[in-house]
């Protein structure tokens, strides 16, 4: 098979963009797909400063490797979930990553912040799955940062993969609150959040991937244990089966979504949020999502010591 762009011999196929190419013309069109997503979506400019969440996965590292190759301003975050030998593998992924291109990062460890509370003890606890424990953590601390550093954009490695299965999930139980929000790019609702963009939104799992090994980078290929109990993984699934007997699937699916479904959801999109009382972040109660998780924690695990049932 020949390089769509040149007609050297071609090294990746792509049945969904109906093309092939050789190693350079693939890696020219993964960034420019990046590029336009940016552009198309206004997700940042050159000028400002962003924060790249990362996880020590293909598609955060190949993301923060294209948005530091295309000249943007980046520091990574690294959350240290407390998740086993999993966070401490994908901590030296991350670590490395960084530090052989001489990029800044940040690690925030969640058992070592004001709470002190990991993962695995949240999910405990509170008898909540170990993934919706980790959302409400990761979204706070991911705030938080980007609050703290003075950043003006908080980035994500969200791949199509991803986007598409979270549709599904949402499309299936109709979930329009979740549907009004989904989207590549989330401008502030609140003075206490900065903008959140996802610039691999209609890039493929298997291009990041891709571009990851042609880029030698050095990532954690093993799934958090916590994923396998997802329902996530059975969307994904389900479509990787549409996809195959329907190249270019889950780019339609998420595609015409935002351009022919979303704006009636998100025209309907709820209120705003308030302070936290506690800890002043957006709240939509009294206290936001994360302060009413760990005071949740935080009682349960004190009836739990003078001996009464959880
Ligand atoms: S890290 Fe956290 Fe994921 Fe692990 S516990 Fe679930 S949500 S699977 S992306
Ligand atoms: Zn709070």
Request: hydrophobic share 40%; charged share 25%.
């Amino acid at each position: 098979m020949k390089c769509t762009r040149c007609r050297a011999r071609a090294e990746v196929h792509l049945r969904a963009h109906n093309s092939a190419f050789c190693r350079p013309c693939f890696l020219f069109f993964f960034r420019r797909q990046v590029e336009r997503a940016i552009a198309h979506e206004r997700m940042c400019t050159p000028e400002e400063h962003l924060l790249v969440a990362v996880s020590g996965g293909k598609d955060s590292l190949a993301l923060w490797d294209v948005l530091a190759e295309l000249g943007y301003r980046t520091t990574g975050l690294y959350l240290g979930l407390g998740i086993g030998a999993y966070s401490t593998a994908s901590h030296a992924k991350v670590e490395t990553f960084a530090a052989t291109r001489g990029l800044p990062l940040r690690v925030v460890d969640l058992a070592r912040e004001e709470s002190g509370l990991a993962i695995p003890e949240v999910a405990r606890v509170t008898r909540r799955t170990a993934c919706a424990a980790c959302g409400t953590m990761k979204r706070h601390y991911f705030d938080a940062a980007a609050l703290e550093g003075g950043f003006d954009v908080l980035v994500t490695g969200h791949n199509l993969d991803d986007e598409a299965a979270r549709l599904m999930g949402n499309v299936l139980r109709w979930q329009t609150d979740h549907l009004a929000r989904q989207r590549p790019v989330l401008p502030p609702t609140h003075p206490r959040f900065v903008r959140k963009v996802k610039p691999l939104y209609l890039t493929g799992e298997y291009e990041t991937a891709v571009y990851a090994f042609m880029r030698g980078i050095d990532y954690i290929v093993d799934e958090c244990p916590n994923a396998a109990g997802a329902t996530q993984l059975l969307y994904k699934e389900a479509l990787n089966r549409l996809e195959a007997a329907s190249p270019g699937t889950k780019l339609a699916f998420v595609k015409e979504f935002l351009r022919s479904a979303q704006p009636a959801f998100s025209q309907v999109e709820g209120r705003r949020p308030q302070d936290c009382t506690r800890c002043g972040m957006p709240a939509y109660g009294e206290v936001c999502s994360f302060c009413s998780l760990v005071r949740e924690v935080q009682a349960k695990t004190a009836r739990a010591a003078a001996g009464a049932p959880a």
